[in-house]
């Protein structure tokens, strides 16, 4: 029983290292909708002039439609083979680069097994009434207009995923933070 819980010390161990050593020069930001990724992703992109691509446009523009017709036409597999071929090729076309990800992407494994192995993943995180008053803000009603239901589904997928968002190199918890106290949490966590 000793041995075994040296090893697995030193499994942990060559895990948070190569957690540490991973390249920061591409970046991705996983996270349900509401909790800031494209607010922090474009202040990053911005500052550090490095190009933000949010996945979900660029499925729109390979499929040569809207989610919504894509999902209409192909389904989710047709949705999910764009996301990987997007995730895939900025990966390649690009040296440095920073994506923002749809929140169900943590669904596809593998998809999500080649993002947490190619991009130093960041968890962008927040309570479950706060996503959905910054989703609300942004003038999409749909979530509280169309479900009277939607806070408890929120907190059903929140459960759901957290195990698997939780694989990120970091996690970022934007809850109660300003904009500005969020993205020195960013940077310090792509510094480090």
Known sequence: SIQIKDLLSYINKI???????????????IGLRGAGKT?????YSKQHNIPLFEITNEIEKLGGMNINEIIELGGQSMYRRLE???????????????????????????TFTFLLKNYYTIWIKAHPKEHMQRVIKQGDLRPMSSNPKAMDDLNNILKERESLYSKADAIINTENKNENDSYNDLLNKIKK
Do not use: F, P
Not at 15 to 29: E, F, G
Not at 39 to 43: F, Q, S, V
Not at 84 to 110: A, C, D, Q, R
């Open 39 to 43: 607010t922090l992703g474009k202040m």
């Open 84 to 110: 990987y071929n997007v995730i895939h090729n900025l990966h390649k076309k690009n040296k440095n680069l920073l994506i923002s990800t749809g929140g169900s992407i943590v669904s596809e494994m593998e």
């Open 15 to 29: 895990d948070s290292q190569s957690k540490i050593r991973k390249n920061r020069k591409k970046i991705a930001l």
